[in-house]
Nanobody
Framework: QVQLVESGGGLVQPGGSLRLSCAAS????????MRWYRQAPGKQREPVASITRGFSTYYADSVKGRFTISRDNAKNTVYLQMNSLKAEDTAVYYC???????????????WGQGTQVTVSS
C-alpha cells in the first residue's frame, strides 16, 4: 500500500501565501502523476493542479498564475505553492498520486488525508 501524508495547511490572510507538501511512502516503484484537489463546504471536490513525472504541469483557471505545483522525485513529494490567496481558496486540500508498486506494473492510486486551508482576515 502507498500512503500520502500532507502538511502545511493553516490560516492565512487574503493576499498571503502558503506552501503545502505531500510525501508518499510505502510500496512505491514509480509515481506517475501527482495532483492537488480541493473541496469547499457544500461543493464537490475539484482538481486544482497536476504534475507528471516529467514535470509537465496543469492548472485550473481559477488558480493559474497564483499557484505553482512542483515535485521532488527523489523524495516522492509534491508541493503546492499558493500565493495571492483569496477567500474563495478556502477549502480542504487533498493530494493524490498514481503509479506502480513493482517492476511488473502493479498500479496504485492513493489519496492524502486532506489539510485545511482557510483564507480570512
Amino acid at each position: 500500500q502507498v500512503q500520502l501524508v500532507e502538511s502545511g495547511g493553516g490560516l492565512v490572510q487574503p493576499g498571503g501565501s502558503l506552501r503545502l507538501s505531500c510525501a508518499a511512502s510505502g510500496s512505491i516503484f514509480s509515481i506517475n502523476v501527482m495532483r492537488w484537489y480541493r473541496q469547499a463546504p457544500g461543493k464537490q471536490r475539484e482538481p486544482v493542479a497536476s504534475i507528471t513525472r516529467g514535470f509537465s504541469t496543469y492548472y485550473a483557471d481559477s488558480v493559474k498564475g497564483r499557484f505553482t505545483i512542483s515535485r521532488d522525485n527523489a523524495k516522492n513529494t509534491v508541493y503546492l505553492q499558493m500565493n495571492s490567496l483569496k477567500a474563495e481558496d478556502t477549502a480542504v486540500y487533498y493530494c493524490n498520486a498514481d503509479g506502480t508498486t513493482d517492476w511488473r506494473g502493479s498500479s496504485f492510486n492513493s489519496w492524502g488525508q486532506g489539510t485545511q486551508v482557510t483564507v480570512s482576515s
